[in-house]
T-cell receptor
Framework: AQSVTQLDSQVPVFEEAPVELRCNYS??????LFWYVQYPNQGLQLLLK??????LVKGINGFEAEFNKSQTSFHLRKPSVHISDTAEYFC?????????????????FGQGTILTVHP | DGGITQSPKYLFRKEGQNVTLSCEQN?????MYWYRQDPGQGLRLIYY???????QKGDIAEGYSVSREKKESFPLTVTSAQKNPTAFYLC????????????FGNGTRLTVT
């Protein structure tokens, strides 16, 4: 079984500052990794995903994440945030043992990180 | 535009009553899912279905039931056996492929008093 830990429940930051949202996972097999964003009272939208290949993944809205297998991390970064980036961010993992069987979409989610961007 | 529609957005019920949450998708996805979201706990999988007339329990299925009579629809019933039903419920869908992302609806916030 896999698990996901988002190390910060809340991250306040000023507009135009850089931000990093941290995510660590544990799994006994190789994984797929995802970051989703949720705006208030809405569903989740996919920001980016890591499947294989380059460890630096670029997503929408200027976000990027780096997969680090040795540290089992998948931290999300943005060099300069906007007020509109205020939202809750979720890291999720799907392990390849499940992905090839009957568990498509059975993601394990972290607890979420609330990013608040102040003017 | 294709998407997932959850209705209603807000739902209020008295304790002891069953309630059914609607989820419809026009994305032609085979797989559909129900997640429950509570503050500080992320999302937890309730039920999922990969094909019509078949579904499997997720991590927290107790007190819930589902049906999948049509590809487009995956309603969730919260029964009176669910001890703590007040939560935000999210429906999602995906194609059946091992790296396909989930597409989410906008959720239903259920309050039981």
């Amino acid at each position: 079984a896999q698990s996901v830990t988002q190390l910060d429940s809340q991250v306040p930051v000023f507009e135009e500052a850089p931000v990093e949202l941290r995510c660590n996972y544990s799994s006994s097999v190789s994984v797929y990794l995802f970051w989703y964003v949720q705006y208030p009272n809405q569903g989740l939208q996919l920001l980016l995903k890591y499947l294989s290949g380059s460890t630096l993944v670029k997503g929408i809205n200027g976000f990027e994440a780096e997969f680090n297998k040795s540290q089992t991390s998948f931290h999300l970064r943005k060099p300069s945030v906007h007020i509109s980036d205020t939202a809750e961010y979720f890291c999720a993992v799907s392990d390849l043992a499940n992905a090839g069987g009957t568990s498509y979409g059975k993601l394990t989610f972290g607890q979420g990180t609330i990013l608040t961007v102040h003017p | 535009d294709g998407g997932i529609t959850q209705s209603p957005k807000y739902l209020f019920r008295k304790e002891g009553q069953n309630v059914t949450l609607s989820c419809e998708q026009n994305l032609n996805h085979d797989a559909m899912y129900w997640y429950r979201q509570d503050p500080g706990q992320g999302l937890r999988l309730i039920y999922y279905s990969q094909i019509v007339n078949d579904f499997q329990k997720g991590d927290i299925a107790e007190g819930y039931s589902v049906s999948r009579e049509k590809k487009e629809s995956f309603p969730l019933t919260v029964t009176s056996a669910q001890k703590n039903p007040t939560a935000f419920y999210l429906c999602a869908s995906s194609i059946v492929r091992n790296n396909s992302p989930l597409h989410f609806g906008n959720g239903t916030r259920l309050t039981v008093t």
